[in-house]
């Protein structure tokens, strides 16, 4: 079946460091691919997505790429923000059929000023 | 546009007693989703409605768990009666129909249970 695969956290960095968050998928076909945000205390918020292959998703300084060949879709940001703190979800949507989305375990990041 | 509406925010109840969720998805949405997360976890789909028809309830713990959507719009999910590994927040979502993939699914801010 579908799955998803996110970098174990959490993850703790300086005010303006660079992030990558780490994200691997295995599906049929040409999913979906997500990143949602969680902030604390409250539901989950889309952050970025990409539908086909090469797409490159952005959002707040967020980007991330569907890679086909490595079938990966990694969040990075350039410069993060105390406000970023966070926890990160990846997520899928299969091609077809019934939208069943499948999650990630989530990456919490933490930004210390 | 209005988002995912849920109530109520917060419930706090004993183990044994029965506890009811409400969602009101954005207009228009055929899917409903309601996922239970448990504190430092990824969310776990309950059940999954297309219009009113279930199109998914296979990790349902149908013993104590049972939703419905009315008339293809607002949906409850109730939990009679609770255990103690019920506490978690209980998400509602909806998506626009078609199963047409990239459509985004929304969520709402949760409903959060602790059983104590």
């Known amino acids: 079946g579908d799955s998803v695969t996110q970098m174990e956290g959490p993850v703790t960095l300086s005010e303006e460091a660079f992030l990558t968050i780490n994200c691997t998928y295995t599906a049929t076909g040409y999913p979906s691919l997500f990143w949602y945000v969680q902030y604390p205390g409250e539901g989950l918020q889309l952050l970025l997505k990409?539908?086909?292959?090469?797409d490159k998703g952005s959002n707040k300084g967020f980007e991330a790429t569907y890679r086909k060949e490595t079938t990966s879709f990694h969040l990075e940001k350039g410069s993060v923000q105390v406000s970023d703190s966070a926890v990160y979800f990846c997520a899928l949507i299969p091609s077809g059929g019934y939208q069943k989305v499948t999650f990630g375990t989530g990456t919490k990041l933490q930004v210390i000023p | 546009e209005a988002g995912v509406a849920q109530s109520p925010r917060y419930k706090i109840i004993e183990k044994r007693q029965s506890v009811a969720f409400w969602c009101n998805p954005i207009?228009?949405?055929?899917?409903l989703y309601w996922y239970q997360q448990i504190l430092g976890q990824g969310p776990k789909l309950l059940i999954q409605?297309?219009?009113?028809?279930?199109?998914?309830d296979s990790q349902l713990p149908k013993d104590r768990f049972s939703a419905e959507r009315l008339k293809g719009v607002d949906s409850t999910l109730k939990i009679q009666p609770a255990k103690l590994e019920d506490s978690a927040v209980y998400l509602c979502?909806?998506?626009?129909?078609?199963?047409?993939?990239?459509?985004?699914?929304?969520f709402g801010e949760g409903s959060w249970l602790t059983v104590v």
């Open positions: 409605f297309q219009n009113n028809g279930v199109v998914d």
């Open positions: 990409a539908t086909k292959a090469d």
């Open positions: 979502a909806s998506s626009p129909s078609g199963g047409a993939s990239g459509n985004t699914i929304y």
């Open positions: 207009s228009g949405h055929a899917t």
